[in-house]
């Protein structure tokens, strides 16, 4: 395995969320119980934030910064250690990169793996002869 394979393996501190995702996540919970679906929810959430004033935006900024303070405290515990102390108090080399590739069930094959991509565009009909 040579280092940069190491680098990947390692579990990094996730990115901070934004304002408005700390907004989106708390208003969709209460206009999803209005009877909404989630891309309502959604798109009212962003008329929603772009309606608000810098006061009422203050407490999601504050929460974002709150947010950015973990994550570059994180880093630096990576940086010193090698590792940084998760949310459930257990060290990042505790656990294991969950790999991202999907794989289907029923055929056992990798859907995201190069093999399965198409060379160009598929075609309807035969192609044309030369």
């Not at 708390?26 to 004033?53: D, F, H, P, S, Y």
Request: aromatic residues 6%; hydrophobic residues 30%.
């Amino acid at each position: 395995m040579a280092a940069a394979d190491a680098e990947e393996d390692i579990i990094k501190p996730t990115r901070p969320l934004s304002a408005y995702i700390f907004f989106s996540t708390e208003r969709t919970k209460e206009i999803k119980a209005t009877g909404k679906t989630q891309i309502e929810a959604m798109r009212q959430c962003g008329v929603e934030w772009n309606a608000l004033t810098e006061e009422q935006k203050a407490p999601f900024l504050a929460k974002n910064k709150e947010d950015e303070k973990r994550y570059l405290a994180q880093q630096q515990e990576v940086k010193d250690k090698g590792y940084f102390i998760m949310k459930d108090g257990t060290k990042s080399t505790d656990h294991t990169l969950q790999s991202s590739t999907r794989k289907r069930k029923s055929a056992g094959v990798v859907v995201n793996s190069p093999a399965n991509k198409t060379k160009g565009p598929l075609t309807a009909g035969k192609a044309k002869a030369k």
